[in-house]
């Protein structure tokens, strides 16, 4: 079920602009992992965090794990219109066998 | 990367028939695949945990006689949709985790139920 906060639910991007979501929980995660899913596709993963503080980069994206281990943030950088889809934060149960506990995602659409 | 493909893409039945869809990891050897549905605008709500050579686990409210998941390889999770009824139709999702790895997704699989 879900239990990670996401937000905002939706945005509308200009090409050109920087784009920011957030996750948060109630509870630790030691991982926290970023997909992107577009219409009708599976979710690709985006950015994997391991460590508390980490700031990670994946050409315009990037992803840090809060010092809590109970958020994360995604940004993306001088947004492009292929940057529309749906973004996800997810947080893998080790001792579930890596069962994902997703947020309820984030819509970018381009404003009209 | 590690890929994960899903077949069919999209399948259309007839109520009553049964519908199975394929989900391999084409380059790893997934110890673990998970079965989603996903809603209009939601996110994904997972089924069902397939491990291979054991039976699936499923979640709270999830019938698995209605569900069936096979998990005969490290490569290889079937999830047959049985006696499909409208209310079946929806977007399915695999996903496969290997010891070493995060979870990759197949391209899922639009089922619609006439």
């Known amino acids: 079920g879900q239990q990670l906060n996401q937000s905002p639910q939706s945005m509308f991007i200009q090409e050109g602009e920087d784009v920011s979501m957030n996750c948060t929980s109630s509870s630790i995660f030691n991982t926290w992992l970023w997909y992107k899913q577009d219409p009708g596709e599976g979710p690709v993963l985006l950015i994997a965090?391991?460590?508390?503080?980490e700031l990670t980069s994946n050409g315009r994206l990037t992803a840090q794990f809060g010092i809590t281990r109970k958020d994360s943030f995604l940004n993306i950088s001088a947004s492009i219109p292929s940057d529309v889809g749906i973004y996800f934060c997810a947080g893998p149960r080790r001792a579930a066998g890596n069962k994902l506990t997703f947020g309820g995602g984030t819509r970018v659409l381009v404003k009209p | 990367g590690a890929v994960v493909s899903q077949h069919p893409s999209w399948v259309i039945c007839k109520s009553g028939t049964s519908v199975k869809i394929e989900c391999r990891s084409l380059d790893f050897q997934a110890t673990t695949m998970f079965w989603y549905r996903q809603f209009p605008k939601q996110s994904l709500m997972l089924m069902a945990t397939?491990?291979?050579?054991?039976?699936?686990?499923?979640e709270q409210g999830v019938e698995k006689d209605k569900f069936l998941i096979n998990h005969a390889s490290l490569t290889l999770s079937t999830l047959t949709v049985t006696s499909a009824h409208p209310e079946d139709s929806s977007f399915y999702i695999c996903?496969?985790?290997?010891?070493?790895?995060?979870?990759?997704f197949g391209q899922g699989t639009r089922l619609t139920v006439v």
């Open positions: 965090l391991y460590k508390a503080g």
């Open positions: 397939s491990n291979e050579g054991s039976k699936a686990t499923y």
């Open positions: 996903s496969a985790n290997s010891v070493n790895t995060e979870a990759f």
